[in-house]
C-alpha cells in the first residue's frame, strides 16, 4: 500500500540553506494533508498542514505547497537550522466520522549540517 | 504544554501473552488513535475512539486487538494473544473538536514478542 510516497529517504543540507521534502500521493480522496517531525525516542510532532482548498500555507520558516493536479506535496525550511534534523514523515488524511484518519509516508531523514 | 503520555515505555512478553499498553491522551481531548511502526516502516493506523466507541479501524486491527477507556483519563490498547510481528512501536495520539486534524502524539511503546 503505497498511496503516500516519500521517495527520498534522506536528504542531508547546510545550515542557513533551504530544505525541501517531497511527497506525492495517489488517493484523489485525502482532503488534509500534514507533515510530522520526528525525532529519535519521541513520538511524531505535528509541524503544519494544508487543506485541499489550498495550495500554500506558511508557518515561519515552514512552507508547504499542494500541487493537486500532481498529487504532490513538499515542506520547504528556509533557513535550515541543525536543530531540525529529524525525520520527516508526509501525511494525507481523509474526514471519518469529524476525526482525520492519516496515511503517512516512510518519512524522509533530514541532516541539517553547521 | 499538555502532552500525551504511554506507559510502559518497552514491554517485553511472550509470543502468546496479553499486554495492555497505556495511554493518557490529552485531557480535554475527544478523538484518541493507537498507531503502529514496525521497525523500519511506516506509522499504520490501527483505530480511533471517539464518544467511548471505535469510530473506524484498520485492517491490522483485528480480533486479537482491542481498546478500552476505563475511566475519564486512561486509553488502552489490548493485544490478546501476542504475535512475534506484532513486535513495534505503538503510539497513542489524541486530538480536540476544533482542529482534530492535528494529532498529538505520546513518545510510544516498543512492545517485544519473543
Known amino acids: 500500500d503505497q498511496q503516500v510516497k516519500q521517495n527520498s529517504p534522506s536528504l542531508s543540507v547546510q545550515e542557513g540553506r533551504i530544505s525541501i521534502l517531497n511527497c506525492d500521493y495517489t488517493n484523489s480522496m485525502f482532503d488534509y494533508f500534514l507533515w510530522y517531525k520526528k525525532y529519535p525516542a519521541e513520538g511524531p510532532t505535528f509541524l503544519i498542514s494544508i487543506s485541499s482548498i489550498k495550495d500554500k500555507n506558511e508557518d515561519g520558516r515552514f512552507t508547504v505547497f499542494l500541487n493537486k493536479s500532481a498529487k504532490h506535496l513538499s515542506l520547504h525550511i528556509v533557513p535550515s537550522q541543525p536543530g531540525d534534523s529529524a525525520v520527516y514523515f508526509c501525511?494525507?488524511?481523509?474526514?471519518?466520522?469529524?476525526?482525520?484518519?492519516?496515511?503517512f509516508g516512510r518519512g524522509t531523514s533530514l541532516i541539517v549540517h553547521p | 504544554e499538555p502532552e500525551v503520555t504511554q506507559t510502559p515505555s518497552h514491554q517485553v512478553t511472550q509470543m502468546g501473552q496479553e499486554v495492555i499498553l497505556r495511554c493518557v491522551p490529552i485531557s480535554n481531548h475527544l478523538y484518541f488513535y493507537w498507531y503502529r511502526q514496525i521497525l523500519g516502516q511506516k506509522v499504520e493506523f490501527l483505530v480511533s475512539f471517539y464518544n467511548n466507541e471505535i469510530s473506524e479501524k484498520s485492517e491490522i486491527f483485528d480480533d486479537q486487538f482491542s481498546v478500552e477507556r476505563p475511566d475519564g483519563s486512561n486509553f488502552t490498547l489490548k493485544i490478546r494473544s501476542t504475535k512475534l510481528e506484532d513486535s513495534a512501536m505503538y503510539f497513542c495520539a489524541s486530538s480536540g473538536w476544533d482542529d482534530s486534524y492535528e494529532q498529538y502524539f505520546g513518545p510510544g511503546t516498543r512492545l517485544t514478542v519473543t
Open positions: 501525511a494525507a488524511s481523509r474526514t471519518s466520522g469529524g476525526s482525520y484518519i492519516p496515511t
